[in-house]
Every structure is written in structure tokens, then in C-alpha cells.
């Protein structure tokens, strides 16, 4: 692997670390607001 390929393959676990922690972060917001339209009906 050439050092431009491994700092590329660097940047993409970073920004899929990153997409991964959005998505989890999401997913929450889903569940709380989903767990509070279940109690006000």
C-alpha cells in the first residue's frame, strides 16, 4: 500500500467513525421522540 492510499484509508475510517456516531446519535433522538408520542396518546 502506497502512503497516499494509506492516509486516504485513514481519512475514511475516520469520517465513517464519524457518520457512525451521527447516525447512532439520530437514532436515538428517534426512539426518545418515539417513546414520547406513545405516552401522550
Known amino acids: 500500500m502506497k502512503m497516499a ?3 486516504r484509508f ?3 475510517e475516520n469520517e ?3 457518520l457512525k ?3 447512532a446519535d439520530e437514532m ?3 426512539r426518545v421522540l418515539n417513546e ?3 405516552k401522550k396518546w
Open 28 to 30: 436515538l433522538k428517534n
Open 10 to 12: 485513514k481519512e475514511l
Open 36 to 38: 414520547t408520542l406513545k
Open 16 to 18: 465513517n467513525s464519524e
Open 5 to 7: 492510499d494509506a492516509k
Open 21 to 23: 456516531k451521527m447516525l
